[in-house]
């Protein structure tokens, strides 16, 4: 088995980059546009959009470029695969996170996560079991086993998926991200101790526009509140060592982000009209 890193936005922290990520649709098309992106990874968003497996797998499918992973003479795919499922997670539902992962995805994106229970049971969904004296036991291991598919998209045997399906940065060797949503004026306020506490969080991502409508400020996000709780959450992470994200990432925040410690970027895709504005422009519209 290659020791070459599969989870490029695992390979892009190892080097000491931030990763750029967008969201994207669970169809077809939206994989193919975006299978050869300069994206680090993409998430599925499955929060919002229908949870439908079919979709996902068949998304997954035609992400891959055979192409380009011959050119690079390596099973690790351009763009890498994550999800975010619709469960939150006072819900404490693990099955979302079993059904994604027996896909193939790469990582979990788990919504609303308030405290240490909830975080734990993010990790611990995303883990097989293991003995209790096995290193890395915590957090315990809930993950059914039917690792088939998942194997096969990886390209690894069954035996070579299961060394290799583990969290990172909890064990070093691990692929697989567990992503909290930190959206709650509670989940800021308990952050600090969901990061001592729970191991095994690959990232946190700030859910600002459901923490500003909690706050009573829809979608103000340079309100100065607002960007109070949001750096509140960035500087327990830069803290704890934990990457941050922010969903909202744009030409006019871009570089404040990265100054403030950012490392998980999600810029959505640019789609041109050029052509066609400077058509009616020169038509008289």
């Not at 989870?7 to 990520?21: L, Y």
């Not at 583990?166 to 952050?191: C, F, Q, R, T, Y």
């Not at 526009?209 to 909690?214: N, R, Y």
């Amino acid at each position: 088995m290659s020791d070459t890193r599969l989870n490029g936005v695992i390979r892009a922290w190892e080097a000491g980059k931030p990763v750029f990520t967008c969201f994207a649709k669970a169809d077809k098309q939206s994989a193919i546009d975006l299978s050869d992106a300069p994206y680090d990874g993409l998430v599925f968003e499955m929060e919002h959009n229908p949870w439908d497996m079919a979709a996902l797998g068949d998304a997954l499918q035609y992400l891959l470029n055979r192409k380009q992973i011959h050119s690079a003479a390596s099973l690790a795919p351009q763009v890498t695969p994550i999800v975010r499922i619709p469960a939150n997670g006072v819900e404490m539902n693990q099955a979302y996170a079993k059904q994604a992962l027996d896909r193939g995805v790469y990582g979990v994106i788990w919504p609303h996560i308030n405290d240490v229970a909830q975080a734990y049971n993010a990790v611990s969904a995303c883990r097989y079991g293991r003995p209790k004296n096995a290193p890395l036991y915590e957090p315990r291991g809930v993950r059914g086993d039917g690792p088939a598919t998942a194997a096969r998209y990886w390209g690894l045997s069954q035996a070579e998926y299961y060394a290799r399906a583990d969290v990172w940065p909890l064990a070093p060797h691990g692929e697989l991200l567990v992503g909290l949503m930190i959206e709650s004026v509670k989940g800021v306020e308990n952050l600090d101790e969901i990061l001592k506490e729970v191991p095994g969080i690959g990232f946190v991502l700030i859910g600002e526009g459901d923490l500003s409508q909690e706050m009573g400020l829809p979608r103000q996000y340079d309100h100065p509140d607002v960007r109070d709780a949001m750096k509140k959450v960035a500087d327990t992470c830069v803290r704890r060592g934990v990457p941050v994200g922010n969903p909202h990432t744009n030409a006019g925040n871009l570089e404040r982000l990265l100054s403030e410690g950012y490392r998980w970027l999600m810029a959505a895709p640019q789609r041109s009209y050029g052509v066609v504005g400077k058509g009616k422009e020169l038509a008289g519209y």
